[in-house]
């Protein structure tokens, strides 16, 4: 794989250790390999960190910051500046990836080189694991816009890729964001 066909993996975490192994897994379960898994500790008083720090221990592809609690915005933003690789995939702490995603987004990135963001649909599923709905988001650049536009059906954080130099040249997140920081993102990218 060429340099520019590397992935990394951004995840933030504060106090997910109820989550954050199943969402790790399901990362490292990938039918396509990640290249990198950047993981920002946000300040958690759970044991998140010892968690995360025993993956990295025997995974040479983990990098973990551990920081003060700043909010997610500003913790996305220290990742994205460690992050090495030219896309970057982003998961929640409390979410979980289908083993093809990266397979299928990649499929459709080097497709068009001009391509510089890809979501998936998504799946909410309940505290027992059962499908309690289904999201899916619209295919092509118009739809999307329109619904980011009126704030119905975007994108959900954990089911997008996205070239990593877009949002350095956007100014990374805006810390202050408390709350939709990916839609103010998703917002900035689509102008």
Same mark, same amino acid.
């Given at each position: 794989?060429?340099?520019?066909?590397? &992935? %990394?993996?951004?995840?933030?975490?504060?106090?997910?250790?109820? /989550?954050?192994?199943?969402?790790?897994?399901?990362?490292?379960?990938?039918?396509?390999?990640?290249?990198?898994?950047? &993981?920002?500790?946000?300040? %958690?008083?759970?044991?998140?960190?010892? !968690? @995360?720090?025993? *993956?990295?221990?025997?995974?040479?592809?983990?990098? @973990?910051?551990?920081?003060?609690?700043?909010? #997610?915005?500003? $913790? #996305?933003?220290?990742?994205?500046?460690?992050? %090495?690789?030219? *896309?970057?995939?982003?998961?929640?702490?409390?979410?979980? /990836?289908?083993?093809?995603? #990266?397979?299928?987004?990649?499929?459709?990135?080097?497709?068009?080189?001009? !391509?510089?963001? @890809?979501?998936? %649909?998504? !799946?909410?599923?309940?505290?027992?694991?059962?499908?309690?709905?289904?999201?899916? +988001?619209?295919?092509?650049?118009?739809?999307?816009?329109?619904?980011?536009?009126?704030?119905?059906?975007?994108?959900?954080?954990?089911?997008?890729?996205?070239?990593?130099?877009?949002?350095?040249?956007?100014? #990374? +997140?805006?810390?202050?964001?408390? =709350? $939709?920081?990916?839609?103010?993102? /998703?917002?900035? =990218?689509?102008?």
């Amino acid at each position: 794989m060429k340099q520019a066909e590397t &992935i %990394s993996v951004l995840m933030s975490c504060f106090n997910g250790a109820q /989550w954050i192994e199943e969402a790790i897994v399901s990362v490292l379960n990938q039918s396509h390999p990640i290249d990198e898994f950047i &993981i920002v500790d946000d300040g %958690s008083t759970d044991n998140s960190f010892d !968690i @995360v720090r025993r *993956w990295a221990d025997t995974d040479k592809r983990f990098k @973990v910051i551990r920081k003060d609690n700043t909010g #997610l915005a500003d $913790s #996305l933003n220290v990742g994205i500046r460690a992050c %090495s690789c030219d *896309w970057i995939a982003r998961i929640d702490v409390d979410d979980l /990836w289908h083993q093809d995603r #990266l397979k299928k987004q990649i499929e459709i990135l080097f497709k068009d080189s001009n !391509i510089q963001f @890809v979501c998936g %649909s998504t !799946i909410e599923i309940n505290g027992q694991g059962q499908e309690v709905k289904h999201f899916k +988001y619209p295919t092509q650049h118009k739809a999307l816009r329109n619904n980011l536009l009126s704030m119905k059906k975007f994108p959900a954080h954990s089911s997008v890729i996205y070239r990593k130099s877009l949002v350095e040249k956007l100014g #990374l +997140y805006r810390d202050c964001k408390k =709350m $939709s920081e990916d839609h103010d993102m /998703w917002l900035r =990218m689509i102008q």
